[in-house]
């Protein structure tokens, strides 16, 4: 059983199968703030409005969600420049162009794929992105998964391949706090998906596409070195959390939040009780250290791994940068943060310590 560590903070946050095991969850432990192997920035692209999600072609170019405009933005070259407004996109409170993830084969297929707020519900569409004479365009939007419920806020949004090559999908609460104990309600969700939008073999509730359930608004995925998923999430007023994600696994929301030991749901790995600290939202995970971006915290939180343990975090760039709402690895190995709400926002890029 894995132990959990929680970081006990001073100030006030924001924005079937049979269930597996419980694990164990630790005591609230206090987090330090520190410079040693910190990283370092080195560029700043500034223009941005809103962003929300980046993703890296192969050229190195950069791909980046504005959440209001519904612009896919690039940077190539250390210049901002614009693909098109994705259609069929209506912003509202926390929805609007979101989450975006790069097909497996992207090489042969040109698939970028996005997690959009519609008219009528949360979704994920794909569109092909085609060179012409230098200029990226993007062609017609394809649905690939509709029906994920949507709200002013809790919309979750965060999509990424997973090592075996399928769909990982964040989804909120969407205010409906009976969705997410719910295995055949979509809201409050990780799903797995094909790359059709189709559920994945192997998921722990059959035909079925959800992965694992419990949560209330899940902003961040990513993998260690050993393949196993990490998901950052907020909480209410309390109880942030980065979660070790397995198949089937209950995280306990709305029962419970953090790490109560509760038996039939799964502790979070860190726990941040006072919200005011974190909001954790886009997560990268780097030769075994999560990095997780902090909304209303406004910090880089790094986390190192140990297996299926998860160290003291450090807080980097308190209140220097504003709001970070995502945090990706460029193919150049560098850090790229993307500020949210700076009005106008910015990537800053960091070079990690070896």
């Given at each position: 059983m894995a132990l959990a560590v929680a970081l006990l903070l001073l100030s006030g946050c924001t924005d079937a199968a049979p269930p597996p095991p419980s694990q164990s969850g630790g005591s609230p432990a206090k987090g330090?703030?520190?410079?040693?192997?910190?990283?370092?920035?080195?560029?700043?692209?500034?223009?941005?409005?809103?962003?929300?999600?980046?993703?890296?072609?192969?050229?190195?170019?950069?791909?980046?969600?504005?959440?209001?405009?519904?612009?896919?933005r690039t940077v190539s070259g250390g210049k901002l420049g614009t693909i098109s407004q994705v259609p069929g996109v209506v912003p509202g409170g926390e929805g609007g162009l979101l989450g975006l993830a790069l097909s497996p084969d992207f090489a042969t297929d040109r698939y970028l794929y996005a997690y959009l707020t519609a008219a009528a519900d949360n979704r994920i569409v794909r569109m092909r992105l085609e060179d012409r004479g230098g200029r990226l365009e993007a062609g017609p939007v394809e649905p690939v998964f509709t029906g994920i419920p949507k709200a002013s806020t809790h919309n979750g949004g965060r999509i990424r391949f997973g090592p075996d090559n399928f769909l990982y999908a964040g989804t909120?609460?969407?205010?409906?706090?009976?969705?997410?104990?719910?295995?055949?309600?979509?809201?409050?969700?990780?799903?797995?998906?094909?790359?059709?939008?189709?559920?994945?073999?192997?998921?722990?509730?059959?035909d079925n596409p959800v992965y694992s359930l419990g949560h209330?608004?899940?902003?961040?995925?990513?993998?260690?070195?050993?393949?196993?998923?990490?998901?950052?999430?907020?909480?209410?007023?309390?109880?942030?959390?980065?979660?070790?994600?397995?198949?089937?696994?209950?995280?306990?929301?709305?029962?419970?939040?953090?790490?109560?030991?509760?038996?039939?749901?799964?502790?979070?790995?860190?726990?941040?009780?006072s919200t005011a600290e974190s909001s954790p939202s886009g997560l990268e995970i780097v030769r075994d250290t999560a990095y997780l971006g902090a909304l209303r915290g406004q910090r880089?939180?790094?986390?190192?791994?140990?297996?299926?343990?998860?160290?003291?975090?450090?807080?980097?760039?308190?209140?220097?940068?504003?709001?970070?709402?995502?945090?990706?690895?460029a193919p150049d190995g560098r850090l790229w943060l993307l500020s949210n709400g700076q009005n106008p926002d910015f990537a800053l890029i960091l070079d990690l310590p070896r």
């Amino acid at each position: 059983m894995a132990l959990a560590v929680a970081l006990l903070l001073l100030s006030g946050c924001t924005d079937a199968a049979p269930p597996p095991p419980s694990q164990s969850g630790g005591s609230p432990a206090k987090g330090t703030s520190g410079a040693a192997g910190a990283p370092t920035v080195t560029g700043r692209i500034d223009g941005l409005q809103l962003p929300w999600s980046a993703v890296y072609l192969p050229d190195g170019t950069a791909v980046i969600s504005e959440r209001d405009s519904a612009l896919l933005r690039t940077v190539s070259g250390g210049k901002l420049g614009t693909i098109s407004q994705v259609p069929g996109v209506v912003p509202g409170g926390e929805g609007g162009l979101l989450g975006l993830a790069l097909s497996p084969d992207f090489a042969t297929d040109r698939y970028l794929y996005a997690y959009l707020t519609a008219a009528a519900d949360n979704r994920i569409v794909r569109m092909r992105l085609e060179d012409r004479g230098g200029r990226l365009e993007a062609g017609p939007v394809e649905p690939v998964f509709t029906g994920i419920p949507k709200a002013s806020t809790h919309n979750g949004g965060r999509i990424r391949f997973g090592p075996d090559n399928f769909l990982y999908a964040g989804t909120g609460d969407a205010q409906r706090r009976e969705q997410p104990q719910d295995p055949s309600a979509l809201g409050g969700k990780i799903l797995r998906l094909t790359p059709d939008g189709r559920p994945a073999p192997g998921n722990p509730f059959g035909d079925n596409p959800v992965y694992s359930l419990g949560h209330r608004n899940v902003q961040g995925l990513a993998w260690d070195s050993a393949g196993r998923l990490w998901a950052s999430e907020f909480g209410p007023d309390v109880n942030d959390e980065l979660n070790l994600i397995v198949p089937g696994g209950n995280y306990g929301w709305p029962e419970v939040t953090g790490a109560p030991h509760r038996s039939g749901f799964l502790d979070a790995k860190v726990v941040w009780p006072s919200t005011a600290e974190s909001s954790p939202s886009g997560l990268e995970i780097v030769r075994d250290t999560a990095y997780l971006g902090a909304l209303r915290g406004q910090r880089l939180w790094v986390v190192p791994l140990k297996g299926e343990y998860a160290g003291d975090p450090v807080s980097q760039f308190t209140r220097e940068y504003g709001r970070i709402r995502n945090v990706s690895l460029a193919p150049d190995g560098r850090l790229w943060l993307l500020s949210n709400g700076q009005n106008p926002d910015f990537a800053l890029i960091l070079d990690l310590p070896r």
